[in-house]
């Protein structure tokens, strides 16, 4: 890995609620917030959590581009060329790597043009690949029409970033507690995803004792000598979910999970898009970790569940006050996995809220967990070794979300940590003053206008509809790559 220059920006800013911190723009709202000011009027959230694209790479949306989103046409590569994004489809037979490693390499230190120097992973066949400059690419818009909807008609994020500088095992940590840190107060943080894992295997406390993660010592910006330990991946820190739990506040992770049978825990798969099976008290595995084979918390089996149970919940008046979403690999969007099913599984999602009992109080979020080493031509702000990361795209929907609205200000997952936290009156996740997430981070407030009469929904046409994935017998298809 090359070593590489970090910018620390840091600011101070007096509040009522106390000294806040900004980084990476993102600042942390006090109790006088516009979302504070009006609770009530968000009673569920709905955080729907895809996969592997850059915002450059999937809004490449005139529309939006015609309202001042910030969406570039051209790229500059490694040798000083400037490249001409091409039109690419969403189902690739070609994928990038997306490790820190990678992250390193297109960020060269904020001048955003190494991105030619990033791995390619062909499929065998593949007729496109390996290709020069493959990943300056941008996705056709006849194959994501319901996401270029949603954010025509809410608010689209140009701005918002992925936490951390890594792929998709850390992310998932990210989003339901704003780090990926090993203990509550370690600086050692999960940087990769686990190594030499097939989809068979499960990850996390559950995982086989041979599975180790790479992580990063957050405190250290050399990098050649910042990311050379490797843990097995079951970690102990506070969580959203414990917050939750402490006001008695419902949630469901809607996850790539299996199911044995219906009174059985989650089984037959949990892998690396899973978050709460890396964290020791949510998962409690069956045997004193690395000795573990599966998670046996009551709230593991109440709460954990596959994904198309959203559907269900909705449909029987049953959807918790917080709600994670992620997605089958076939609609996750992740290049060389994906079978464009991606935008139809989102719209269906909001779709069967939309048009249920629960619009009037919702508010759905709709972000990407990693930038997958695509095309991004907007630096982060990095705070350290290991945050933050590319951007990533992001979509508020709601009745009370802007219309029509480009929300230019910084955001990332911290921030949707932080909407959730101040919607319910949570307090914050972070004991470190400043290492998790939430704790740095806006609430979103500016997607967000409670005295507008409420957005009436209007249905989005998709290719797919709710019934097609609640029949889908495949199995789930998680791709556990770098």
Not at 118 to 135: E, F, K, V
């Amino acid at each position: 890995m090359v070593r590489y220059k970090i910018l620390i920006f840091w600011g101070l800013l007096a509040s009522a609620a106390g000294l806040l911190v900004l980084m990476n723009g993102c600042a942390g709202t006090s109790g006088n917030s516009n979302i504070h000011q009006n609770l009530g009027k968000i009673q569920h959230v709905v955080i729907l959590f895809q996969e592997n694209r850059t915002t450059d790479n999937l809004f490449h949306d005139p529309v939006l581009m015609s309202r001042g989103a910030d969406i570039a046409t051209t790229g500059v590569n490694s040798t000083g060329q400037t490249i001409t994004l091409k039109s690419a489809s969403l189902v690739t037979d070609y994928d990038f790597s997306h490790a820190h490693e990678a992250f390193v390499k297109m960020y060269d230190n904020g001048q955003m043009d190494g991105a030619d120097l990033i791995a390619q992973h062909c499929s065998t066949g593949a007729t496109d690949c390996p290709r020069a400059n493959l990943n300056f690419e941008y996705v056709q818009a006849s194959d994501v029409e319901p996401y270029f909807k949603l954010a025509e008609t809410y608010t689209f994020g140009d701005k918002m970033f992925q936490t951390n500088q890594g792929p998709s095992f850390p992310a998932h940590q990210y989003i339901i507690s704003g780090t990926s840190a090993v203990t509550e107060t370690s600086n050692l943080l999960a940087a990769e995803n686990p190594g030499g894992l097939a989809y068979a295997d499960d990850t996390g406390c559950a995982a086989a004792a041979s599975q180790t993660v790479y992580v990063i010592d957050s405190t250290n910006m050399d990098a050649s000598t910042n990311e050379t330990q490797k843990l097995y991946p079951c970690y102990e820190h506070n969580t959203l979910i414990d917050l939750l739990d402490a006001q008695k506040i419902s949630w469901r992770y809607y996850g790539n999970v299996t199911k044995c049978d219906p009174n059985s825990a989650p089984c037959g798969h949990s892998g690396i898009w899973v978050g709460p099976n890396a964290i020791q008290h949510l998962c409690v595995p069956n045997a004193a970790p690395p000795n573990g084979t599966s998670c046996t918390g009551a709230e593991w089996v109440s709460n954990v569940l596959p994904n198309t149970q959203v559907l269900t919940d909705v449909q029987n008046g049953q959807l918790p006050a917080v709600s994670w979403v992620i997605p089958d690999g076939k609609a996750s969007d992740h290049p060389n996995s994906n079978t464009g099913e991606g935008p139809s599984w989102v719209a269906s999602v909001v779709n069967a809220i939309g048009n249920s009992q629960y619009w009037n109080n919702t508010a759905i979020i709709i972000t990407w967990d990693d930038w997958g080493g695509l095309f991004d031509h907007v630096a982060p702000t990095v705070r350290n070794s290991y945050e933050y990361g590319f951007r990533v795209p992001l979509i508020v929907v709601s009745p009370y979300a802007k219309a029509a609205y480009i929300s230019h200000n910084p955001h990332d997952f911290g921030s949707i940590l932080k909407f959730v936290e101040t919607v319910f009156g949570l307090g914050t996740i972070d004991t470190k003053a400043g290492g998790y997430a939430d704790s740095r981070s806006d609430d979103l407030s500016d997607c967000f206008d409670f005295n507008q009469t409420p957005l009436v929904f209007t249905t989005v046409p998709t290719k797919y509809d709710a019934n097609y994935f609640l029949s889908d017998k495949r199995p789930p298809v998680d791709p556990d790559d770098d």
